[in-house]
Nanobody, 123 residues
Framework: QVQLVESGGGLVQAGGSLRLSCAASGRTFGSYAMGWFRQAPGREREFVSTISTYAGTTYYADSVKGRFTISRDNAKNTVYLQMNSLKPEDTAVYYC????????????????WGQGAQVTVSS
C-alpha cells in the first residue's frame, strides 16, 4: 500500500514557475514508477509525465515537453514536477500516481493516486 500526498500547487501568472512535490509513504517507493496527470474542468484526465523507478527514463506529453521536468529522490520518497513557462492552459488539478513495474502514459495502469493539487495560471 502506498499513500501519496501532493503539495506545491497555487496561483501563478503566465510565464511563471511552480514545483509540485508528491510525498509517498512506505518503504518500497523505489520499486514504483511514478506519474503526473492533470485534469482541467470539463475535460478528461490527461498524462503529463512519468519517471521510472531509478529515474533512468522519463517521458512527457508533447504539450509540456521542454517546459516541465520530472524528477525523484528515492531517499526522500518524493517525486517532483518542476513547471516553467506556465501557460493558462496548464490550469488543472495535478495528480501524482504510482505503479509497480515500468512507466506508463495510461492512467488506468496506475494503482495509487494522490488527492490532487490545484494549479491555476492567470493570463
Amino acid at each position: 500500500q502506498v499513500q501519496l500526498v501532493e503539495s506545491g500547487g497555487g496561483l501563478v501568472q503566465a510565464g511563471g514557475s511552480l514545483r509540485l512535490s508528491c510525498a509517498a509513504s512506505g518503504r518500497t517507493f523505489g520499486s514504483y514508477a511514478m506519474g503526473w496527470f492533470r485534469q482541467a474542468p470539463g475535460r478528461e484526465r490527461e498524462f503529463v509525465s512519468t519517471i521510472s523507478t531509478y529515474a533512468g527514463t522519463t517521458y512527457y506529453a508533447d504539450s509540456v515537453k521542454g517546459r516541465f521536468t520530472i524528477s525523484r529522490d528515492n531517499a526522500k520518497n518524493t517525486v517532483y514536477l518542476q513547471m516553467n513557462s506556465l501557460k493558462p492552459e496548464d490550469t488543472a488539478v495535478y495528480y501524482c500516481a504510482a505503479k509497480a513495474g515500468v512507466t506508463s502514459r495510461r492512467d488506468d495502469n496506475y494503482d495509487y493516486w494522490g488527492q490532487g493539487a490545484q494549479v491555476t495560471v492567470s493570463s
